[in-house]
């Protein structure tokens, strides 16, 4: 079996998909997408296409190398997105060919079912509330948003009395079975993120995400010893060597690697056994579109430190059967390869749909740029 075509394009609302064909006819799907860049992403897949064409699809592990290595520009979030996408499709193919679900072929299930958070979130403490109380009634038992602005270096108590009053009408709305997680989307810096998290140490989040930019371990590490809450973080790290200080300098309680961004299926596992020799928990950042999800949902099944999925889209608008959340649990997919059919006349609508996204750009009040 041979790769004999390989086809990248944009989709509603902000993702990019890859459709990879054999020439015995086997169709597998993946979704590089990186926000806010998803001409450059199909530009980029394009690119890796030159190496695959022709190519034995089975061989995923040498593709991956070839794709990452065989580039002397190594890594980033262009190059390893790309890989990503690319990666989950080959898996697709190859758990098709074989008629097993990708898990399978990762050492089988650790878990009988796969729990999942939901978005909830407001602009005033009624909305908040309203939201934590709508996702209970849907069965959910965690939900996350950001209860964060605009920040500066450091910024008074109207800040902190902001973040504790929208933290506090989300954790009075849900009862002690339901979980707050915490998004601050990296936008303090470390002072203010250990003065905010203490502050509302005692409503007892889950975790808090991200607290303050990627980049810098040592201030991650900073702030993990500083608070009680456990810290997480790993959605803008890319494949393993990203990783590796983070979990070496025991910074984070959770890693969040993205299927579309830090390497696709065969990194990403990588990646989660790295973290359980640290007895760190994995829960796979997933904001995108349905192909994402499914591709977070076979990581989630074999992975023993799995802890808890970002619900993402359930692909209502791609696949045929979409992806089902009863009582806050996903069923681990059954169906050969990602486990779900794409809906040819679904994804034409997607298509035709899409008009170009950019990042939104933050500014604070006296002009200067904000974090995202």
Known sequence: MKIAKIDAFPVYPRSVFVRI???????????PSLEGHAETQVIAVNELARYLIGKNPFEIERHWQAMYRGDFYKGGPVLTSAISGVDQALWDILGK????PVHQ????????KIKVYTGIGGSDDKQIADSVQRAREQGYRAGKWCPVDETEILDGMDVIN???????????????DFDILLDFHGRLAPAMAISVIDAITELRPFFVEEPIPPENVDAMVKVARAVKVPIATGERLFTKF?????????????VQPDLCHAGGI???KKIASMAEAYYVGVCPHNPLHGLSTAACLQIDACSPNFVIQERGSLGEDLFKDPIRVVDGFVE??????MGFEVDEDKLKVLREKWEDWATPRLWHEDGSVADW
């Open 97 to 100: 060919a074989l008629e097993q």
């Open 332 to 337: 681990i997919p059954t169906r050969p390869g």
């Open 105 to 112: 072929l990762l050492g089988g299930r650790a878990r009988d």
């Open 242 to 254: 990203d990783f590796r200080a983070l979990l070496e300098k025991q910074a984070v309680a959770i």
């Open 162 to 176: 902001k973040v504790y009053n929208r933290v506090a009408a989300a954790r009075n709305a849900a009862s002690d």
């Open 266 to 268: 065969t990194e990403v």
């Open 21 to 31: 064909e054999t020439d015995s006819g086997i169709i597998g799907w993946g979704e």
